[in-house]
């Protein structure tokens, strides 16, 4: 019923919903399923296309044109008031009332019916704010039903669900389509797709691949329908790192709530290790772990044999760690300030004395690391905010380089950069470890991970659930991994 | 600052890409408050005969330090990302608090103590704000109120004056100098803006004060340590405001629970107006000392001339108002 042509994440991708059925959509990071799930619920605009709904083109230009046109969405970031009570926020909006005064009495005889229908025992008076993640989906849940809906976009909805609540809400899904609207389910779990589905779309960079019936399909042949992305840029090679390499760090026994399960990395001296992994897997997570971003509930982190105290960056930094972190606007460049005075801030030791700033120091610590990267020299006293992504990154990278660290954690290198400064990047990170420092590297782009590791770690709700050397790595074994089984959270 | 060469070398540096559009607004910001100052001063010699006389812009002077010193302050900590809505109320404590000592222990010990009072109260701000973690703008609100109950504790409801000999000792401040023959509360503002300017453009911990607020993420993930360079900025705005103390009782001669009720959000506009970014990150101490004095132009002006006061306040709010206008007009570009 519903077809689009797309941006410039989308080309062209055609999707068809079928009322009374489920309809699964799988894809790896960045495939273009969470935008194309956007565009359907007005959160964003395709450039090129359209949206049949019943042969009827519709406009969607908001979340309310898509609601007016019976689409709802259940999102993995919740979207209730978590200060009001759950009656209040099944009918946000909605709320039966009569000359403007809420009349509460009929919202209570509509909550029950709706529970009736589908199945959940939810307290319609408990503050949604105090109820297990569980509960709260089944609010937004009800809230969508309510609606009377043709089409549910449920995003990842059971990545924070345990096995029993799962089952549940795929049961659910079916009961929604039994009564004539379309289910869209987006997951990572390929076993449950096949399993709720009745049809499922596979996207790969943007672009549909396949769109068949579950029953013809199995985990292996949807991986297979996701891997083959275009390698856009050719990797430099990596010299091979000595069995007796030093090891440089040693991270054992990470974990963070549920986020990251007892992991283990070692780097050696000369090494790229790479993380490989989902959105959501921990990869990032257990990066920040190391580095002592983030508090760890348990762990130890080595540096060079050295123990050092978690949970302080300025700790990691003095033992020789650097972290380009993942997003650099947020978490990397004081935007208002110039190229030079970003690749010296992280240097003091360098650049001042007993706590005075030496600025022919900064200037000529500044100088070398840009010309290292060839950031263009006449950028470099102007905010960074007026650079292009690309130059954005590289000072980014010349701000850590110059700690000259023993082991550099790098977060998405080519996070939104053009291809020439990607290729710059890699090969800047391949001659890092060249020179002997240590390269731990996490990337969405599995080809990224690919082409710049010596070994690769695959990442799976929190643990390591496959370590590869490049010999063995390739696209299909890292997404076997990384789509492995769900098991029981906690 | 190679091909530069005309008026508009802002320093920041509107570079090549973007300063057709940038430029016009950051030099209005850089350059327009220069202005707005200039035209004051010619605007005022002109129509008065009194404004550029020496007596006249000695009490310019003089009127300017109090808030001056406490807009020192205030500029670090709004760099810094935090605001100190308490500085009045600090004022006050120390002042009674030197006043205090002086009566036992001599004019020099006094005026010490009220300095220290004014550092200490700081730190408090500070432990709260970065310990318990409230926001800072209703933390100093809520100390402020508790401080000038302290002061009316502390003096009772009534006011404290030195004892009669340390008198002419502890009017200290009020003494002029020569050549210039203005006062030594002069140069204890000259000695605030030297030594929180040096602070800030030429020590690591100035470094720090931009880069928290500019983005306290990275800084902290950058190895700076983001609380403690935090409660340094309230414990140097607490000082400050304990040195504006010991000038403000030392040119009454007394000192009183409701000393310079009002003062820190004069501080504050001060500040703002002068351009350092209310969102924290961006600012300099020129600016406060800018925009101490382009209000206190206005209120000698209207002196001066005779109008009618209540135009002042209007002028000073729309001016307040345009101040961070720009500020996020600015911002807005860089999305």
């Known amino acids: 019923m519903k077809s689009f042509g797309g941006t410039r994440v989308l080309h062209g991708v055609d999707l068809e919903l079928v009322p009374g059925t489920v309809h699964g959509l799988v894809g790896e990071n960045g ?6 799930m956007k565009v359907l619920t007005g959160l964003e605009r395709a450039d090129a296309g359209t949206v049949r709904i019943g042969g009827q083109a519709v406009a969607i230009r908001s979340p309310k044109d898509a609601l007016a046109h019976g689409i709802s969405v259940i999102s993995q970031e919740l979207a209730t008031v978590p200060a009001r009570t759950v009656l209040e926020n099944v009918y946000l909006g909605s709320w039966a009332a009569r000359c403007g005064v809420v009349t509460r009495r009929r919202d209570r005889e509509r909550f029950e019916r709706l529970c009736e229908r589908t199945g959940f025992h939810v307290d319609p008076d408990a503050v949604v704010g105090t109820l297990p993640i569980a509960s709260q989906q089944q609010v937004e849940i009800l809230r969508a039903v309510d609606r009377g809906p043709r089409v549910v976009v449920m995003d990842e909805p059971t990545a924070v669900l345990t096995e029993s609540e799962t089952a549940a809400l795929l049961a659910l899904t079916r009961r929604i389509a039994d009564t004539g609207a379309c289910v869209v389910l987006v997951s990572h779990f390929l076993e449950e797709v096949l399993g709720a589905c009745d049809t ?22 949807l991986v297979r329908a996701m891997v083959g992305r275009e390698v856009d840029v050719l990797y430099p090679d990596l010299p091979p790192v000595a069995d007796d390499a030093p090891l440089l760090l040693e991270a054992t026994g990470l974990s963070r709530g549920t986020a990251v399960r007892g992991v283990d990395i070692t780097v050696r001296a000369g090494e790229v290790v790479g993380i490989a992994g989902l959105v959501g897997s921990g990869r990032s997570e257990a990066l920040r772990l190391v580095f002592g971003a983030d508090r760890a509930d348990a762990g130890e982190v080595r540096v060079a044999g050295r123990e050092i105290r978690m949970g302080s960056p300025r700790e990691a930094m003095r033992a020789g760690l650097a ?168 | 600052m190679t091909d530069t060469t005309t008026a508009t070398s802002t320093g920041s540096g509107a570079r090549a890409p973007v300063r057709g559009r940038r430029a016009p607004v950051a030099l209005a910001r850089d350059y327009g408050i220069l202005l707005v100052i ?104 809520a100390s402020s109120i508790v401080f000038r109950g302290v002061a009316i504790l502390l003096t009772g409801g009534s006011i404290v004056y030195p004892l ?117 990150g961006e600012g300099a101490v020129w600016r406060a000392i800018a925009g101490v004095l382009i209000l206190q132009l206005f209120s000698n002006g209207f002196n001066l001339l005779g109008w009618d006061t209540t135009y002042q306040q209007v002028l000073t709010g729309c001016l307040i108002l345009l101040a961070v206008s720009v500020d996020q007009v600015l911002r807005r570009r860089r999305r």
Not at chain 1, 31 to 36: C, F, H, N
Not at chain 2, 51 to 58: D, E, K, P, V, W
Not at chain 2, 243 to 249: I, K, N, R
């Open chain 2, 164 to 280: 009669a000999d340390q008198l002419t000792a502890y009017r200290v401040m009020t003494y002029t100098t020569r050549p210039l023959g203005v006062t030594v509360s002069t140069f204890v503002l000259l000695a605030v803006v030297a030594t929180t300017w040096f602070l800030l453009s030429s020590t690591t911990y100035g470094r720090s004060l931009y880069a928290v607020g500019g983005n306290a993420e990275a800084a902290r993930l950058s190895g700076i340590r983001v609380e403690r360079v935090r409660v340094l900025a309230l414990v140097i705005s607490g000082t400050c405001a304990g040195l504006a103390g010991v000038v403000l009782s030392s040119r009454a001669g007394s000192a009183q629970a409701s000393l310079a009720e009002g003062l820190e959000l004069a501080a504050i506009a001060a500040t703002v107006v002068g351009g350092t970014s209310i969102l924290g």
């Open chain 1, 31 to 36: 495939a273009g399923k969470s935008t194309l």
């Open chain 1, 200 to 221: 499922v779309t596979a996207l790969r960079d943007g672009r549909h691949v396949m769109t068949a019936p579950t029953a013809e399909q199995t985990p292996a042949t």
């Open chain 1, 323 to 490: 972290m380009v972190p993942e997003s650099r606007k947020d978490q990397g460049l004081l935007l208002s300030q110039t190229a030079r005075d970003n690749v010296t801030i992280a240097s003091p030791e360098r650049t001042s004395v007993l706590g005075l700033r030496r600025p022919a120091r900064e200037r000529r610590l500044a100088d070398e690391s840009v010309e290292r990267l060839d950031v263009r020299a006449a950028s470099a006293d102007g905010p960074v905010w007026t650079l292009s992504g690309g130059n954005q990154q590289k000072v980014l990278f010349a701000k850590w380089l110059a700690r000259r660290p023993a082991v550099l954690l790098v977060d998405e290198p080519t996070r939104g950069v053009d291809v020439s400064a990607k290729v710059r990047i890699h090969r800047l990170i391949a001659d890092v470890a060249a020179s002997g420092t240590g390269v731990l590297l996490v990337s969405s782009e599995v080809e990224e991970v690919l082409g710049l590791s010596h070994r690769v770690l695959v990442m799976r709700q929190g643990r390591i659930t496959a370590e590869l050397t490049a010999a063995e790595a390739d696209h299909e074994r890292v997404l076997n991994a990384a789509f492995a089984d769900r098991e029981e959270l906690r």
């Open chain 2, 38 to 141: 200039a035209l004051l001063v010619v605007g005022l010699t002109l129509t008065t005969d009194t404004f550029l006389t020496a007596g006249n812009l000695r009490n310019l002077l003089d009127q300017m330090v109090v808030v001056g010193i406490i807009a020192c302050g205030v500029t670090l900590c709004i760099i810094a990302g935090v605001f100190d809505l308490s500085t009045s109320a600090i004022l006050a404590v120390s002042a009674i608090l030197g006043i205090t000592v002086t009566q036992s222990a001599g004019v020099a010990a006094g005026m010490l103590a009220a300095v220290l009072a004014g550092a200490a109260l700081g730190l408090l701000n500070g432990l709260v704000i970065t310990g318990v973690g409230v926001n800072s703008f209703i933390a100093t609100l």
